[in-house]
């Protein structure tokens, strides 16, 4: 396998850990209790600051790739390319609304609710659609040169967060999600 497409797979688990921990922190919320906005906040900004950030133009070099080697998947890329927009507005949505409720403004639950329902389903579908349908293709459609070139146009930056070296400022959220995990 592609190192880029194990990169991707091994995002996507990142990604669903970081929508478990702040599902579950929302729920506390919902029930009325005290969610730990600070740990929510971490997970927005990570989100924001790397995962939009490099793994969706990574997904979206391959998009290119697979048009450029005129591959069956118009559809699809256009599909996938639309959702990545999409999810990035539920984000700066989602950041907007729990920065308001963390300074305690006045936000109606079942309001939040649907929103943070909408938020998390959205995301998870996204991923299980690329593992469905748009990482096979990749790995069978791209050959070892279209892969060079995909990650020297990506270089190597590190992940902040589950990377060799955690960034002090997710720390915490490192530590909260290996509790999680245990
Ligand atoms: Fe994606
Ligand atoms: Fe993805």
Redesign the pocket.
């Known amino acids: 396998m592609a190192e880029t497409i194990g990169e991707?797979y091994q995002?996507?688990r990142n990604?669903a850990k970081l929508l478990d921990l702040l599902e579950a922190e929302l729920a506390v919320y919902r029930d009325g209790g005290v969610a730990d906005f600070d740990l929510v906040g971490d997970i927005m900004d990570y989100i924001t600051s790397w995962l939009e950030r490099y793994?969706?133009p990574k997904?979206n070099l391959i998009f290119e790739k697979l048009k450029d080697k005129g591959a069956e998947a118009g559809a699809l890329t256009a599909d996938l390319i639309a959702q990545h927009e999409t999810g990035e507005e539920l984000t700066r949505g989602m950041a907007t609304v729990i920065a308001n409720v963390a300074h305690d403004a006045e936000i109606p639950r079942d309001l939040f609710e649907r929103l943070a329902r909408e938020y998390l389903d959205f995301n998870r579908r996204?991923?299980e659609k690329?593992e469905a349908e748009f990482l096979p293709l990749a790995e069978a459609a791209l050959s070892a040169e279209d892969w060079a070139a995909i990650e020297a146009a990506l270089g190597a930056p590190e992940d902040p967060l589950f990377g060799p070296k955690v960034e002090e400022r997710y720390r915490r959220l490192l530590e909260n999600i290996l509790d999680a995990g245990s």
Do not use: K
Request: hydrophobic share 30%; charged share 30%; proline share 0%.
């Open positions: 991707l995002e996507h990604m793994h969706h997904e996204h991923m690329e």
